[in-house]
């Protein structure tokens, strides 16, 4: 698959890693020329020279910047995204973690309404960088819990977990993103009250068949 990342953080970064240790084609991209040049380096996918180059010619975006960037960056790509399928890893959490941002909504609904003409799929917001790029626990692959409106585009992100090393599970449409994206905000409380090691991910366990 043709993979371009915007956002070279954290989860830039990590995804990066991951998706060319998978066999795909990863482009990457950030603030300027330099942090994806960097973020490539580091990861093995190509810089690109800004986000619109990032996407020209990928299958899949994923938009791995804060909450709070998304608007402009989607304003920047506009009609690039034609044709794509946008992954929406944002946890819009209050900066004291006392909350989300939104009630009755979420990031990926508020994202698919900006530009309904794109699938959006939410995924991989209830992993932790460090398990993005890693997405094993002793051994044990977590889960990547995908929501979505649009079922080929969650087919294509699934195959993309997959490929990573994550199971995949379609948990329904996206207006499941409110849960994952509380389930992410859950995830960093625990973190934050038991010291956690910012490592941990969501494992849904089930007897066999
Ligand atoms: N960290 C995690 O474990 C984790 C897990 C799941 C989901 N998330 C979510 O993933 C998103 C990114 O988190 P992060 O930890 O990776 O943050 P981060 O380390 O701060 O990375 C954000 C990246 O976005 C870049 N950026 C800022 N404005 C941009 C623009 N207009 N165009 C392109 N790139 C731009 C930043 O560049 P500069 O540094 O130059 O500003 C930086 O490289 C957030 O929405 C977060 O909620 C994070």
Redesign the pocket.
């Known amino acids: 698959m043709n993979i371009a990342i915007?956002?070279?953080?954290?989860?830039?970064q990590a995804l990066a890693s991951s998706a060319v240790r998978a066999g795909h084609s990863v482009s990457i991209?950030?603030?300027?020329a330099a942090?994806a040049l960097e973020?490539a380096a580091a990861t093995g996918a190509r810089p690109a020279g800004s986000?619109r180059e990032a996407v020209a010619g990928a299958d899949i975006v994923v938009i791995?910047?804060?909450?709070g960037?998304v608007d402009?960056?989607l304003t920047?790509l506009g009609d690039a995204l034609q044709g794509k399928v946008v992954i929406d890893?944002?946890?819009?959490?209050k900066p004291d973690l006392s909350g989300l941002l939104f009630e009755n909504t979420s990031a990926a609904e508020q994202i698919q309404a900006r530009i309904p003409s794109v699938p959006v799929v939410k995924a991989?917001?209830?992993?932790?960088?460090?398990r993005?790029a890693n997405p094993f626990v002793d051994g044990v692959a977590l889960d990547a819990l995908i929501a979505g409106d649009n079922d080929a585009a969650k087919t294509r992100v699934s195959a993309l977990a997959e490929s990573i090393g994550f199971r995949p599970i379609d948990v329904g449409g996206l207006e499941l993103a409110r849960g994952l994206e509380a389930f992410?905000l859950i995830n960093m409380l625990i973190q934050v009250r038991t010291g956690g090691s910012?490592q941990g991910g969501w494992k849904l366990l089930e007897p066999a068949a």
């Open positions: 915007v956002g070279a953080g954290n989860v830039g991209s950030s603030s300027d942090g973020a986000n791995a910047v804060w909450y960037v402009s960056v920047e890893v944002t946890n819009p959490v991989f917001n209830t992993v932790f960088a460090a993005q992410a910012w």
